[in-house]
């Protein structure tokens, strides 16, 4: 009971649970899914789902961005904010409606206040408060059009399809890309590049050693989907009196150009996704990395949920009902 709750809720839990444990029924199949599905239904869930959110997402690390104010004008500490909470609701709808979580990169909605909608280029909201909003542009839908994100995965003068790349490795498709050599060099900014003015320019002259070509094939096509978006995720159709170039073949030869193309190539595999999460979740269940040992937890916890359309209770509860989480044992 104790686990359960500090899981799902970060604090003890409650006298309906204790209750549950002291008869000796949280064991049972379904006595335990009940309980997890109430827990989920609460409102004390709400620090859990935005806790996951920060570390799986590592939507954490915009609180120490800080994008060039000559380059962005617009961005302040209330629009960074603004950025993590729209995430954040978002992220608690998908849970709350028990929505299969393949649609956390589909999903035709967010939640706006006016000063977030400005920045997306909407004019007619209105107030502090955030709201429900049906996108009428598919440029935004999904986590792969929020502004926290896409602020998280750049630098503080530009974008950065390298971080961008490797965040949707990590966090979406569960890939690891190899670590950077010890010598490698930093992408060059002027000098050399006087002349090249866009990213693809900039980040091909830098492949253009070897010590770097083997890793950035990995990771810089998938970041390149998303150049249409800046370093605090605006929409963006020119860089440097240039056309954006959002095309790129990917490492397993699909052909995309812009984050349309991207998110479709990411949910013909929703498999992955899917299984990335379910990792995500158990770690923070856990408290500790997924290891090899965990492999076969992991596929249980997979395969029950398919039946469910891997909606998020599923996998909660095959995390909960795993092996990894039930067998801890204290140091």
Same mark, same amino acid.
């Given at each position: 009971a104790s686990g359960l709750s500090f899981f799902l809720w970060k604090r003890t839990p409650d006298d309906e649970l204790l209750e549950v444990a002291a008869r000796g029924e949280l064991s049972t199949p379904t006595t335990l899914a009940a309980q997890v599905r109430r827990m989920l239904a609460d409102r =004390?869930? *709400?620090?859990?789902? +935005?806790?996951?959110? $920060?570390?799986?997402?590592?939507?954490?690390?915009i609180f120490s961005q800080d994008p060039d104010g000559a380059l962005f004008a617009g961005f302040n500490d209330t629009l960074r904010s603004a950025m993590v909470r729209e995430t954040e609701l978002f992220f608690q709808s998908q849970v709350r409606e028990d929505r299969p979580v393949r649609e956390l990169l589909s999903a035709d909605f967010t939640f706006l206040n006016e000063q977030l909608a400005r920045h997306y280029g909407i004019d007619d909201l209105y107030g502090s408060h955030?709201? =429900?909003? *049906?996108?009428?542009? +598919?440029?935004?839908? $999904?986590?792969?059009?929020?502004?926290s994100l896409l602020t998280v995965t750049s630098?503080?003068?530009?974008?950065?399809?390298?971080?961008?790349?490797?965040?949707?490795?990590?966090?979406?498709?569960?890939?690891?890309?190899?670590?950077?050599?010890?010598?490698?060099?930093?992408?060059?900014?002027?000098?050399h590049l006087a002349t090249a003015v866009s990213m693809r320019d900039r980040m091909a002259a830098h492949r253009a050693n070897p010590a770097c070509a083997s890793c950035h094939k990995l990771?810089?096509?998938?970041?390149?989907?998303?150049?249409?978006?800046?370093?605090v995720g605006r929409w963006r159709e020119w860089e440097g009196g240039s056309p954006i170039d959002a095309s790129a073949t990917l490492f397993d030869g699909t052909v995309v150009n812009g984050?349309?193309?991207?998110?479709?190539?990411?949910?013909?595999?929703?498999?992955?996704?899917?299984g990335t999460i379910t990792e995500k979740l158990l770690t923070f269940a856990t408290g500790r990395g997924v290891e090899s040992y965990d492999a076969p937890a992991v596929r249980a916890i997979l395969r029950d949920a398919r039946a469910d359309e891997y909606r998020f209770s599923s996998l909660v509860l095959g995390v909960v009902k795993s092996m990894p989480f039930q067998m801890r044992k204290a140091s």
């Open positions: =004390r869930s *709400t620090r859990f789902m +935005d806790d996951f959110v $920060g570390q799986w997402l590592q939507m954490r690390n955030f709201r =429900r909003v *049906t996108w009428n542009d +598919d440029r935004r839908h $999904g986590l792969l059009g929020h502004a630098y503080a003068t530009r974008t950065s399809p390298v971080l961008r790349g490797k965040w949707i490795l990590e966090n979406i498709l569960g890939v690891s890309p190899p670590a950077p050599p010890p010598d490698v060099p930093e992408l060059v900014e002027s000098e990771m810089d096509p998938v970041g390149f989907a998303l150049e249409n978006y800046d370093a984050v349309d193309d991207l998110q479709a190539a990411l949910l013909r595999r929703p498999e992955l996704f899917v």
